[in-house]
């Protein structure tokens, strides 16, 4: 029913800057919980960071106070703006939605989601950061 597409990855130095985006499409006249999360070569998927239907923002740790999640909902746009970037900030980026009726912060925190929640997955976009 809903569709996810992230664009906006690319080569930065470290302490450059990279502002992602998730366009959502199809129907979405119900609210939806939305978020990032990223995969590392040779690594585990982890989350980045996730803003639910009542503007909630959640990042994790390691990201905190140089990311930035944001919706435009008249374009219905998810935005991550990633300054002060590192190379550990390197992985394929991926873009999630689930339905209104879940929370994106506890799935955001574990690194996970689970397939009850119902998530749409974008095909993600590659961040490469040099050092």
């Known amino acids: 029913q809903v569709h996810v597409m992230e664009s906006g990855g690319g080569l930065a130095q470290a302490g450059g800057s990279l502002r992602l985006s998730c366009l959502l499409s199809g129907d979405t006249s119900s609210g939806y919980s939305m978020g990032w999360f990223r995969h590392p070569a040779g690594k585990i998927r982890e989350g980045v960071a996730g803003?639910?239907?009542?503007?909630?923002?959640t990042y994790v740790d390691s990201v905190k106070g140089r990311f930035t999640i944001s919706k435009d909902n008249v374009k219905n746009t998810l935005y991550l703006q990633m300054d002060s970037l590192k190379p550990e900030d390197t992985a394929l980026y991926y873009c999630?939605?689930?339905?209104?009726?879940?929370?994106?912060?506890?799935?955001?925190?574990?690194?996970?989601?689970?397939?009850?929640?119902?998530?749409?997955w974008g095909q993600g976009t590659q961040v490469t950061v040099s050092s």
């Open positions: 803003i639910d239907t009542d503007g909630t923002t």
């Open positions: 999630v939605a689930l339905p209104g009726a879940y929370k994106i912060a506890p799935w955001t925190t574990l690194g996970a989601i689970p397939d009850f929640s119902h998530p749409t």
